[in-house]
Protein backbone atom coordinates (compact mmCIF):
# COMPACT_ATOMS: atom_id res chain seq x y z
CA UNK A 1 0.00 0.00 0.00
CA UNK A 2 1.46 3.29 -0.81
CA UNK A 3 2.22 5.66 1.89
CA UNK A 4 0.00 8.11 3.92
CA UNK A 5 1.02 11.64 4.35
CA UNK A 6 -0.25 13.42 7.45
CA UNK A 7 -1.68 16.68 8.25
CA UNK A 8 -2.04 18.33 11.90
CA UNK A 9 -5.53 20.01 11.64
CA UNK A 10 -7.38 22.01 14.73
CA UNK A 11 -8.65 19.13 16.16
CA UNK A 12 -6.70 15.75 15.10
CA UNK A 13 -4.39 14.19 12.41
CA UNK A 14 -5.84 13.47 8.97
CA UNK A 15 -4.03 11.47 6.50
CA UNK A 16 -4.44 12.09 2.60
CA UNK A 17 -3.61 9.27 0.12
CA UNK A 18 -3.91 9.00 -3.62
CA UNK A 19 -3.27 12.90 -4.18
CA UNK A 20 -6.57 13.44 -2.59
CA UNK A 21 -6.46 16.51 -0.29
CA UNK A 22 -7.92 16.96 3.15
CA UNK A 23 -11.07 18.91 4.70
CA UNK A 24 -12.18 19.35 7.99
CA UNK A 25 -15.53 20.20 9.21
CA UNK A 26 -17.57 20.00 12.29
CA UNK A 27 -17.76 16.02 13.01
CA UNK A 28 -17.51 13.97 16.02
CA UNK A 29 -14.61 12.27 16.80
CA UNK A 30 -13.30 9.57 14.60
CA UNK A 31 -11.57 6.57 15.15
CA UNK A 32 -8.19 5.49 14.61
CA UNK A 33 -7.06 3.40 11.36
CA UNK A 34 -5.95 0.27 11.89
CA UNK A 35 -8.81 -0.29 14.96
CA UNK A 36 -11.50 -1.65 12.58
CA UNK A 37 -13.63 -4.33 14.04
CA UNK A 38 -13.20 -7.96 13.84
CA UNK A 39 -16.73 -8.83 13.15
CA UNK A 40 -16.26 -6.27 9.40
CA UNK A 41 -13.36 -7.92 8.10
CA UNK A 42 -13.57 -9.23 4.66
CA UNK A 43 -16.91 -7.48 4.42
CA UNK A 44 -17.36 -7.08 0.28
CA UNK A 45 -17.59 -3.38 -0.94
CA UNK A 46 -18.79 -1.94 -4.45
CA UNK A 47 -16.56 0.99 -5.38
CA UNK A 48 -18.07 3.05 -8.19
CA UNK A 49 -15.44 5.30 -9.45
CA UNK A 50 -14.42 7.12 -12.67
CA UNK A 51 -10.91 8.85 -11.66
CA UNK A 52 -8.43 6.17 -11.47
CA UNK A 53 -6.15 8.08 -8.57
CA UNK A 54 -9.11 8.04 -6.23
CA UNK A 55 -9.99 4.65 -7.38
CA UNK A 56 -6.65 3.05 -7.02
CA UNK A 57 -6.38 4.87 -3.23
CA UNK A 58 -9.69 3.66 -2.49
CA UNK A 59 -8.93 0.38 -2.90
CA UNK A 60 -5.40 0.80 -1.57
CA UNK A 61 -7.20 1.62 1.53
CA UNK A 62 -9.79 -0.14 1.73
CA UNK A 63 -7.55 -3.88 1.04
CA UNK A 64 -5.74 -2.34 3.82
CA UNK A 65 -8.22 -2.43 6.87
CA UNK A 66 -8.97 -5.98 5.90
CA UNK A 67 -12.55 -5.07 2.92
CA UNK A 68 -12.45 -7.50 -0.14
CA UNK A 69 -13.29 -4.71 -2.65
CA UNK A 70 -14.66 -4.96 -6.26
CA UNK A 71 -14.34 -2.12 -8.73
CA UNK A 72 -15.91 -0.76 -11.75
CA UNK A 73 -15.23 2.48 -13.19
CA UNK A 74 -18.95 3.76 -15.07
CA UNK A 75 -22.50 2.54 -13.66
CA UNK A 76 -23.17 -0.08 -15.76
CA UNK A 77 -20.43 -1.94 -15.12
CA UNK A 78 -21.62 -0.98 -11.04
CA UNK A 79 -25.31 -2.47 -11.92
CA UNK A 80 -24.11 -5.62 -13.74
CA UNK A 81 -21.77 -6.46 -10.65
CA UNK A 82 -24.87 -5.59 -8.08
CA UNK A 83 -27.04 -7.63 -9.96
CA UNK A 84 -24.11 -10.72 -9.97
CA UNK A 85 -22.91 -10.24 -6.32
CA UNK A 86 -23.82 -9.68 -2.82
CA UNK A 87 -21.99 -6.75 -1.53
CA UNK A 88 -22.45 -5.39 2.08
CA UNK A 89 -21.90 -1.75 1.16
CA UNK A 90 -21.62 0.63 -2.05
CA UNK A 91 -19.17 3.32 -2.20
CA UNK A 92 -20.73 5.50 -5.42
CA UNK A 93 -19.64 8.28 -7.39
CA UNK A 94 -22.04 10.54 -8.41
CA UNK A 95 -20.34 11.69 -11.75
CA UNK A 96 -19.62 9.19 -14.03
CA UNK A 97 -19.47 8.36 -17.77
CA UNK A 98 -22.71 6.60 -18.92
CA UNK A 99 -25.27 5.91 -15.79
CA UNK A 100 -24.66 8.34 -13.19
CA UNK A 101 -24.05 7.89 -9.49
CA UNK A 102 -27.85 9.22 -9.21
CA UNK A 103 -29.21 6.63 -11.58
CA UNK A 104 -27.56 3.89 -10.55
CA UNK A 105 -28.55 4.55 -6.49
CA UNK A 106 -32.41 5.16 -8.29
CA UNK A 107 -31.93 1.37 -9.54
CA UNK A 108 -30.60 -0.04 -6.81
CA UNK A 109 -33.26 0.85 -4.47
CA UNK A 110 -35.89 -0.06 -6.21
CA UNK A 111 -34.73 -3.68 -6.19
CA UNK A 112 -32.99 -3.58 -2.20
CA UNK A 113 -33.50 -1.20 0.21
CA UNK A 114 -30.76 -2.34 2.48
CA UNK A 115 -27.60 -2.20 0.88
CA UNK A 116 -26.25 0.62 2.74
CA UNK A 117 -25.22 3.29 -0.44
CA UNK A 118 -22.42 6.26 0.40
CA UNK A 119 -21.70 8.62 -2.53
CA UNK A 120 -18.65 10.62 -3.30
CA UNK A 121 -20.48 14.03 -4.02
CA UNK A 122 -18.16 16.94 -5.59
CA UNK A 123 -17.22 19.79 -2.89
CA UNK A 124 -19.36 22.53 -2.08
CA UNK A 125 -22.12 21.01 -4.14
CA UNK A 126 -25.20 20.23 -1.85
CA UNK A 127 -27.59 19.83 -4.31
CA UNK A 128 -25.65 16.53 -5.12
CA UNK A 129 -26.19 15.60 -1.62
CA UNK A 130 -30.12 16.00 -1.28
CA UNK A 131 -30.62 14.38 -4.58
CA UNK A 132 -28.26 11.53 -3.30
CA UNK A 133 -30.76 11.39 0.27
CA UNK A 134 -33.87 11.70 -1.96
CA UNK A 135 -32.95 8.67 -3.65
CA UNK A 136 -31.92 6.24 -0.89
CA UNK A 137 -28.07 6.67 -0.34
CA UNK A 138 -27.72 6.17 3.68
CA UNK A 139 -24.74 9.02 3.78
CA UNK A 140 -22.49 11.14 1.44
CA UNK A 141 -18.41 12.25 1.50
CA UNK A 142 -17.74 15.02 -0.47
CA UNK A 143 -14.42 15.50 -2.16
CA UNK A 144 -11.56 16.07 -1.22
CA UNK A 145 -11.90 13.95 1.53
CA UNK A 146 -8.98 11.98 4.00
CA UNK A 147 -8.72 8.56 5.19
CA UNK A 148 -9.83 9.07 8.89
CA UNK A 149 -13.39 10.59 7.16
CA UNK A 150 -13.34 7.83 4.56
CA UNK A 151 -13.26 4.76 7.04
CA UNK A 152 -15.11 6.21 10.16
CA UNK A 153 -18.20 6.79 7.74
CA UNK A 154 -17.89 3.39 6.40
CA UNK A 155 -17.49 1.51 9.80
CA UNK A 156 -20.25 3.46 11.32
CA UNK A 157 -22.79 2.99 8.04
CA UNK A 158 -21.95 -0.83 8.60
CA UNK A 159 -22.71 -1.00 12.30
CA UNK A 160 -26.40 0.62 11.28
CA UNK A 161 -27.20 -1.17 9.08
CA UNK A 162 -26.24 -4.42 11.32
CA UNK A 163 -28.28 -3.09 13.94
CA UNK A 164 -30.98 -2.34 12.02
CA UNK A 165 -31.14 -5.59 10.99
CA UNK A 166 -31.40 -6.63 14.26
CA UNK A 167 -33.78 -4.34 15.62
CA UNK A 168 -35.87 -6.10 12.44
CA UNK A 169 -35.59 -9.48 13.60
CA UNK A 170 -36.37 -8.29 17.57
CA UNK A 171 -39.02 -5.42 16.65
CA UNK A 172 -39.85 -3.82 20.00
CA UNK A 173 -43.84 -3.88 20.13
CA UNK A 174 -43.76 -0.17 20.70
CA UNK A 175 -42.99 0.31 16.89
CA UNK A 176 -45.81 -0.74 15.22
CA UNK A 177 -45.82 -1.89 11.34
CA UNK A 178 -48.20 1.73 10.78
CA UNK A 179 -48.82 4.43 12.56
CA UNK A 180 -50.46 7.75 12.10
CA UNK A 181 -48.37 10.93 11.68
CA UNK A 182 -49.90 13.73 11.20
CA UNK A 183 -51.90 13.74 7.80
CA UNK A 184 -50.35 10.68 6.42
CA UNK A 185 -50.22 6.82 7.35
CA UNK A 186 -46.78 5.66 7.87
CA UNK A 187 -46.25 2.06 6.58
CA UNK A 188 -43.27 0.74 8.12
CA UNK A 189 -43.11 -2.59 5.87
CA UNK A 190 -43.62 -0.83 2.27
CA UNK A 191 -41.30 2.11 3.34
CA UNK A 192 -44.18 4.66 2.32
CA UNK A 193 -47.00 7.09 3.72
CA UNK A 194 -50.15 7.31 2.45
CA UNK A 195 -52.44 10.54 2.54
CA UNK A 196 -54.94 12.38 0.87
CA UNK A 197 -54.43 11.89 -2.93
CA UNK A 198 -50.76 10.99 -2.25
CA UNK A 199 -48.76 7.63 -1.60
CA UNK A 200 -44.93 8.68 -1.57
CA UNK A 201 -41.88 5.76 -0.79
CA UNK A 202 -39.81 6.49 2.17
CA UNK A 203 -35.76 5.69 2.54
CA UNK A 204 -35.16 3.39 5.63
CA UNK A 205 -33.50 6.57 7.26
CA UNK A 206 -36.76 8.46 6.65
CA UNK A 207 -38.56 5.89 8.40
CA UNK A 208 -36.82 5.51 11.18
CA UNK A 209 -36.59 9.11 12.02
CA UNK A 210 -40.42 9.25 11.56
CA UNK A 211 -40.77 6.44 14.37
CA UNK A 212 -38.32 7.63 16.28
CA UNK A 213 -40.41 10.98 16.58
CA UNK A 214 -43.52 8.66 16.60
CA UNK A 215 -42.65 7.12 19.95
CA UNK A 216 -41.87 10.91 21.63
CA UNK A 217 -44.46 12.86 20.78
CA UNK A 218 -44.45 16.42 21.75
CA UNK A 219 -40.92 16.05 22.79
CA UNK A 220 -37.68 18.38 21.98
CA UNK A 221 -35.39 16.13 20.36
CA UNK A 222 -31.41 17.50 20.28
CA UNK A 223 -29.82 16.49 16.66
CA UNK A 224 -27.54 14.59 19.10
CA UNK A 225 -30.50 12.32 20.01
CA UNK A 226 -31.79 12.06 16.51
CA UNK A 227 -27.94 11.16 15.13
CA UNK A 228 -27.56 8.60 18.01
CA UNK A 229 -31.05 7.13 17.74
CA UNK A 230 -31.08 6.85 13.53
CA UNK A 231 -27.35 7.17 12.54
CA UNK A 232 -25.69 5.24 15.77
CA UNK A 233 -23.33 6.80 18.20
CA UNK A 234 -20.96 5.75 16.12
CA UNK A 235 -22.05 7.94 13.40
CA UNK A 236 -18.77 10.96 12.87
CA UNK A 237 -20.61 13.24 10.15
CA UNK A 238 -21.64 16.63 10.43
CA UNK A 239 -25.50 17.76 12.24
CA UNK A 240 -25.86 18.91 8.31
CA UNK A 241 -26.74 15.55 7.19
CA UNK A 242 -29.97 15.31 9.95
CA UNK A 243 -30.90 18.66 8.40
CA UNK A 244 -31.08 17.84 5.05
CA UNK A 245 -32.72 14.58 5.86
CA UNK A 246 -35.58 16.62 8.11
CA UNK A 247 -36.02 19.29 5.02
CA UNK A 248 -36.49 16.12 2.91
CA UNK A 249 -39.14 14.85 5.12
CA UNK A 250 -41.13 18.12 5.12
CA UNK A 251 -41.56 18.14 1.59
CA UNK A 252 -43.28 14.36 1.34
CA UNK A 253 -45.74 15.14 5.09
CA UNK A 254 -46.14 19.00 5.23
CA UNK A 255 -48.76 20.83 3.68
CA UNK A 256 -46.20 24.01 3.27
CA UNK A 257 -42.66 22.26 3.83
CA UNK A 258 -41.39 25.87 4.48
CA UNK A 259 -43.70 26.86 7.62
CA UNK A 260 -44.15 23.42 8.75
CA UNK A 261 -46.95 21.77 11.60
CA UNK A 262 -45.91 18.45 12.43
CA UNK A 263 -41.95 18.43 12.58
CA UNK A 264 -40.95 21.47 14.26
CA UNK A 265 -37.51 23.48 14.48
CA UNK A 266 -36.40 24.59 18.08
CA UNK A 267 -33.75 27.02 17.65
CA UNK A 268 -30.26 25.90 18.49
CA UNK A 269 -31.28 22.55 19.90
CA UNK A 270 -33.09 19.85 17.23
CA UNK A 271 -36.57 18.90 16.27
CA UNK A 272 -39.94 18.52 17.79
CA UNK A 273 -43.13 16.25 16.64
CA UNK A 274 -46.52 18.22 17.43
CA UNK A 275 -48.79 15.37 17.78
CA UNK A 276 -52.38 15.59 17.53
CA UNK A 277 -52.55 18.09 15.02
CA UNK A 278 -54.09 17.68 11.31
CA UNK A 279 -54.10 20.55 8.41
CA UNK A 280 -56.43 23.10 8.42
Not at 28 to 35: D, K, M
Request: contains cysteine; neutral net charge.
Amino acid sequence: MRQLNRTIGARCSVPTFAGVAIEQGTVRCAPTIGHMEKNMTGMHILVAEDDPNILTGLVDILESEGYRVTTATNGEKALRLFEKERFDLILLDIMMPGKSGYDVCREIRSKDQDTPVIMLTAKGEEIDKVVGLQLGADDYISKPFGVHELLARIQAVLRRTKRSNNLNHNKSPDTPDSFTFGDVVVDTKRFRITGANKKIDLSEREIMLLKFFYLHPNEVLSRDQLLNAVWGIEYFGTTRTLDQHIAQLRKKIEKDPACPCFIKTVHRVGYRYEAGLIHA
